[in-house]
């Protein structure tokens, strides 16, 4: 479906230069002079190259549905990362390279959500939050402010995080998927 390049919007995927590529991020800019336009920073889904452009109101883009499925991650075998579909039992196996950072939080059985163009898997996507064990963190230096002070804390999957200075080794979080980050202590 076509639409106009000002009605972009984060998350969208659009089909340009004859590749398909995700708007990361956006921005409307009126000059002084000259008509509005929206910068666009685009993310192509294939190879994962970065490209910023320009779109006046007048140009148009293909918007383009992607079909999501529900997958369970399975196991890895080198860099191959196996997926079966929930409803028909077929395996998928893909690079681990698609996921990006975001591979290290995936968890034996974790259900996740594939994108599909022309029934071809090209991205995947994790629950946003997920909950990981510290296996190992910093000692609080005296004199810190509670308040501002985060200390560096290692998790059962690799991943270094920034927590809150009464954190240990030992504790469950829950830490954002994509930015990496803490966001509160696990129930």
């Known amino acids: 479906m076509k639409i106009s390049g000002v009605d972009i919007r ?10 398909l590529w995700r708007a990361v991020k956006i921005q409307h800019t009126q000059p002084g002079k000259g008509g509005a336009y929206m910068q666009v920073e685009l993310k192509n889904l294939i190879d994962g190259r970065k490209n910023n452009v320009r779109f006046r109101s007048a140009e148009t883009v293909e918007k383009v549905r992607l079909d999501t499925r529900e997958y369970q991650y399975l196991f890895a075998e080198g860099d191959m ?31 996740v959500m594939l994108e599909l163009y022309e029934e071809k898997p090209i991205s995947v996507q994790l629950p946003d939050q997920v ?16 308040s501002s002070s985060y200390k560096p804390a290692i998790l059962d999957n690799g991943v270094r995080v920034m927590v809150p200075p009464h954190i240990g080794a030992g504790t469950r979080i829950i830490v954002d998927v994509y930015n990496q980050e803490y966001v509160k202590k696990a129930e």
């Not at 196996?82 to 968890?107: H, I, P, R, W, Y």
């Not at 909950?131 to 230096?141: L, P, R, S, T």
Request: no cysteine; charged share 25%.
């Open 81 to 111: 990362l196996t997926f079966m579909d929930k409803e028909n039992f077929e395996q998928v196996s893909l690079s681990s390279d698609m996921l990006g950072d975001a591979a290290a939080f995936l968890q034996d059985g974790m259900d």
């Open 131 to 146: 909950e990981a064990e510290i296996v190992e963190a910093d000692a609080v230096v005296k004199g810190q402010t509670a």
């Open 10 to 19: 984060p998350g969208n995927i659009i089909e340009y230069e004859n590749g």
